[in-house]
């Protein structure tokens, strides 16, 4: 048996919205974004540092290609994978079996060689989508397609994270409101439905909560309001840090946002390889689950919850897709969970990490939509995430 049947749970629009041309089209944009930033990194870029939160370039870049392979052309009913178009692929590229700390060893292809595969690998999936759409075959080329969205946003991260100058800037200026807004008890729908098109394991599926009533800031916190914090001596006092959040600022010796610093008395940040004054339309970006709950407590709130945040999000005046913003919850299955064909997309990241919503300045628009759960380890950094406040009752 094929695997037409999940795929038809998991999207009911018809094949013909998914044009052959549409799919091809999205997939060599994607790879196009990809390549602007290999054409950007610096003379060594290609392994770069050591690090848990980063990957080598060149194995990233290999591991996309090979996932798209994976997925397009060599998945095989009842779990199997027919060979792939390169030896030993699986041996170097597949995330599950390649242990991170060991991926700055492998005998890795020279980015010329993998420019050839992912160039076969482009043609071949080409080729398999306009021999005949169904469902199956479009459902594996949008999860490559945003599999790779979310690689290339891994590599914005990276960028930013050591300091690299990117091939644009992307523009963080936006209207950020000081505004809260209120609702009153209520109900509201966690998850997506077979309705929604494309979606994610996770978001499996639609169910009902119900929401006491709360408030919640109309836009996130921006860098302005969040100095005010550092200034009162946020990392110095225990006051407001969960226990593993203060664990973590002591070991870490946090003492203020990662990529501050201070210049002539005033804090600066650095975005990417500039060093730039804070600004009150600019949002909060880069802090840790910790931090964002340490300054919800510094101002008598806490973080919303993903019910909260979804209730929020239907009002005209919510703004969000700025950044990626923390959520109270943890990243948990929702109830009938069951995983997809990738079965490691979600299911080994439940109960340890974090969830967000909303979307950062380096996020593709197709992600930016309220169902799409974010989530990262609770300690990460890197990531262009922010926060905002909810109050209770």
């Known amino acids: 048996m094929g695997y037409s049947a999940l795929y038809n749970m998991n999207r009911t629009r018809p094949v013909s919205a998914y044009s ?3 799919l091809i089209d999205r997939l060599v944009q994607a790879r196009n974004r990809l390549r602007t930033l290999i054409d950007s990194l610096p003379a060594g870029g290609w392994l770069g540092p050591r690090a848990d939160h980063l990957n080598p370039p060149l194995w990233e870049y290999g591991h996309i290609v090979w996932f ?16 792939s178009l390169l030896a030993g692929a699986d041996a170097l590229y597949d995330s599950s079996a390649v242990p991170h700390d060991t991926r700055w060893d492998l005998p890795l292809l020279e980015p010329a060689a993998v420019d050839d595969y992912a160039t076969r690998v482009a043609d071949a999936v080409a080729a398999r989508l306009r021999s005949g759409l169904d469902d199956e075959i479009a459902y594996f080329a949008e999860l490559c397609l945003y599999h790779e969205l979310m690689h290339i946003e891994a590599w914005w991260m990276a960028f930013q ?16 409101s000081t505004q809260r807004l209120a609702f009153a008890e209520g109900e509201v729908e966690l998850g997506s439905g077979p309705d929604g098109g494309f979606i994610f394991d996770n978001e499996k599926w639609r169910h009902r909560v119900q929401v006491q009533a709360f408030d919640i800031d109309a836009s996130p916190v921006s860098e302005m309001a969040f100095a005010e914090f550092v200034d009162a001596g946020g990392y110095q006092s225990r006051a407001g840090w969960s226990d593993d959040g203060w664990a973590w600022r002591q070991t870490n010796d946090a003492r203020h946002p990662v990529y501050w610093r201070r210049d002539d008395g005033s804090w600066r940040v650095r975005r990417f390889d500039r060093w730039l004054p804070l600004r009150s339309d600019a949002p909060m ?11 919800a407590a510094w101002m008598g709130r806490r973080l919303p919850t993903a019910a909260q945040w979804l209730r929020a999000a239907t009002h005209p005046e919510f703004s969000w897709g700025m950044a990626w913003e923390w959520l109270r919850d ?9 995983p997809d064909p990738y079965h ?9 990490h974090g969830e967000l919503r909303g979307g950062g300045p380096v996020t593709d628009v197709s992600l930016k939509r309220p169902g799409f759960r974010n989530f990262y380890m609770p300690h990460r950094r890197d990531p262009f995430a922010g926060l905002r406040t909810a109050g209770e009752g």
Not at 167 to 175: G, R
């Open 344 to 352: 490691d997309y979600s299911e080994p990241w439940f109960h340890t």
């Open 285 to 295: 970006l880069h802090v840790n689950r910790f931090e964002a709950e340490a300054f």
């Open 161 to 176: 994270d050591l300091g690299y100058a990117p091939p644009i800037w992307p523009d963080v200026a936006c209207d950020l």
């Open 330 to 338: 943890p990243f948990a299955p929702y109830p009938g969970f069951a």
């Open 20 to 22: 052959a041309d549409h």
């Open 68 to 83: 798209q392979e994976r997925w397009c052309l060599r998945a095989r009913p009842g779990n199997g994978f027919a060979a």
